[in-house]
């Protein structure tokens, strides 16, 4: 099972640009959450998700857009990247109300993002 | 709302040594309480979790934690590291009711363990 993958790994933007994240899931999980990580600071919630076409607003949402049009994937979007939007970036999923009980948040990877 | 304070950025340590990892929490509502691991180059995993029960929690690795709920704390805790161990810990909460319970999880800001031959 690939459990969460996210896609690219890496990517270099310069400022102004756009790009979207990729988070993909095959645990028919309901919950779906972008993270970021800066040193020194831990995750930081961006946006998440609790079901197939809705989201909301996380601790760090300003400069980032989100859409959940398939269960099984979470997108985040970046319309204009500034270099405060370096960071490595993390999608994560659960299976929804209770789950958190049962099984905790299932990570990707990462995606190491730097503007310049 | 919720914050969580790991008290240190960096722990050194001898490997076969003990090893504390110290998490603090501040919080309104009751939460749950987890660790998680990072090793390098990867997402995180989860080590261990308290839901309720028992304050003493085991988790992988030869890992356990105690909840303490006057203290608000829950320090992870290795009676002999291996070099294995060496990683980035992140504690987290989340909270245990209600319409906030989305379950997202707040971090606190990770400690970053050197297990040293």
């Known amino acids: 099972n690939a459990g969460v993958t996210q896609t690219p790994k890496f990517r270099v933007l310069k400022t102004g640009q756009s790009m979207t994240l990729l988070c993909a899931q095959d645990m028919n999980h309901e919950y779906m959450y972008w993270y970021r990580q800066d040193p020194g600071m831990g995750l930081r919630l961006i946006h998440y998700s609790v079901g197939e076409g809705t989201t909301a607003k996380g601790e760090v949402p300003d400069g980032y857009n989100v859409s959940r049009l398939k269960k099984q994937n979470f997108l985040l979007g970046l319309e204009s990247a500034a270099p405060s939007q370096t960071s490595v970036y993390f999608c994560a999923s659960s299976p929804g109300t209770g789950g958190l009980r049962r099984s905790p948040l299932h990570f990707g990877n990462g995606t190491r993002l730097t503007v310049t | 709302a919720q914050s969580v304070t790991q008290l240190d950025s960096q722990v050194p340590v001898f490997e076969e040594a003990p090893v504390e990892l110290r998490c603090n929490y501040s919080s309104s509502v009751s939460v749950y309480l987890f660790w998680y691991v990072q090793y390098p180059n990867q997402g995180l995993q989860l080590l261990l979790k308290?839901?309720?029960?028992?304050?003493l929690v085991k988790g992988i690795n030869g890992f356990e934690a105690e909840f303490n709920k006057s203290q608000t704390s829950f320090h992870l805790r290795k009676p002999s590291v291996h070099i294995s161990d060496t990683a980035e810990y992140f504690c987290a909460v989340s909270p245990r009711e209600g319409s906030s319970n989305t379950g997202k999880l707040i971090f606190g800001q990770g400690t970053t363990l050197q297990v040293k031959p």
């Open positions: 308290y839901l309720s029960g028992s304050t």
